[in-house]
Antibody, heavy 121, light 109 residues
């Protein structure tokens, strides 16, 4: 069955960097676009970024453009989110999610359990 | 930018009753590209409905989606205890690419 497992979250100071990973299993990873979605504590959902199956098309929400980079390693079935110049407003649980329809972006049919990123001094 | 507004913010009902949750869009949603998710505390969201009215795999038929243009509805018939959660609508397919509503909390009366 489809399984997505995020890792890499933690506490980081403002201006710092962090790299999140999402390991996928149970499906043909290289055929699907992958997304990152975040949720600040006690708040709603916010879409962050999407990456095409081949890794050649990346789209970001405005608030992270130029600071975050989404990438993937199809041989390792993993999608990454490199986050730089982190701000307190980036504090959230970060979920990776699968996009079931090509071409993306669409809805999300499977989600990981999330990893918490806390930006605080 | 399409803004999604969900109402009510909180809905208090009893098991066995019917829940009607609304999602209004600031502009017409192209091709009814609207999804609904359920989220329970501490867990990831779960896809319920996509393309406004198509049920996702494994979702009970007491969940149904309807609507078009700017007005969409999630209906839950005969509420079960496990249905009490937060529900989000999501638009996709146009710029900005993906937006969510602010959520409706369905609580036990």
């Amino acid at each position: 069955q489809v399984h997505l497992v995020e890792s890499g979250g933690g506490v980081v100071q403002p201006g710092g960097s962090l790299r999140l990973s999402c390991a996928a299993s149970g499906f043909s990873f290289s055929r699907y676009a992958m997304h990152w979605v975040r949720q600040a504590p006690g708040k709603g959902l916010e879409w962050v970024a999407v990456l095409s199956p081949a890794g050649d098309i990346r789209i970001y929400t405005d608030s992270v453009e130029g600071r975050f980079t989404i990438s993937r390693d199809n041989s390792e079935k993993t999608v990454f989110l490199q986050m730089k110049n982190l701000k307190p407003d980036d504090t959230a649980v970060y979920y990776c999610a699968r996009d079931p329809i090509a071409p993306a972006p669409d809805y999300f049919d499977f989600w990981g359990q999330g990893t918490l990123v806390t930006v605080s001094s | 930018e399409i803004v999604l507004t969900q109402s009510p913010g909180t809905l208090s009902l009893s098991p066995g009753e019917r829940a009607t949750l609304s999602c209004g869009a600031s502009q017409s949603v192209r091709s009814n590209y609207l999804a609904w998710y359920q989220q329970k505390p501490g867990l990831a969201p779960r896809l319920l409905i996509y393309d406004a009215s198509s049920r996702a795999t494994g979702i009970p038929d007491r969940f149904s989606g309807s609507g078009s243009g700017t007005d969409f509805t999630l209906t839950i018939n005969r509420l079960e205890p496990e249905d009490f959660a937060v529900y989000y609508c999501q638009h996709y397919g146009s710029s900005p690419l993906i937006t969510f509503g602010q959520g409706t909390r369905l609580e036990v009366k």
